[in-house]
């Protein structure tokens, strides 16, 4: 399954050549935030006007090798995904870039266009 994680692409450069992805995300949390593909709509709002340039990761959980929990952590009846642990390289399978309308809300990447909002 594949799920996406929201990142200031500074912050993914610094972090991309590392042997595994996510120690300073986890330095600040004990979890890197994921959200299901069909839910990324619900979630694009937080990152609305933010100035810094952001990307996309696309994860595959299948090559995982760390947890990775569906939790429910502010009880609006969805759960989102958590990785608790470092993200193996080749478990990011795409680095998208987030697109932005001129008010600065998402606009749906053509790679994910096939995946319905729920």
């Known amino acids: 399954m594949e799920i996406l994680h929201c ?5 993914y450069e610094q972090m991309k050549g590392e042997p595994a992805f996510g120690r300073l995300l ?5 979890f890197i935030h994921c959200s299901s593909m069909e839910y990324f ?13 952001r990307v996309l990761l696309v994860i595959e959980t299948d090559l995982l090798d760390v947890p ?6 502010e009880g609006c009846g969805r759960a989102y995904p ?8 080749e478990a990011i399978r795409q680095v998208l870039p987030y697109c932005e309308a001129p ?3 998402w606009i749906k990447n053509a790679e994910l266009a096939h995946i319905p909002n729920a």
Do not use: M, N
């Open 103 to 105: 008010d600065g809300s």
């Open 82 to 89: 958590h990785i608790y642990g470092l993200i193996r390289p």
């Open 41 to 53: 709509w619900r979630v694009s709002p937080h990152f609305d006007h933010d100035p810094q340039e």
């Open 26 to 30: 986890l330095e600040k949390a004990p």
């Open 7 to 11: 990142i200031p692409k500074d912050l």
């Open 68 to 73: 990775v929990k569906w939790e429910d952590l």
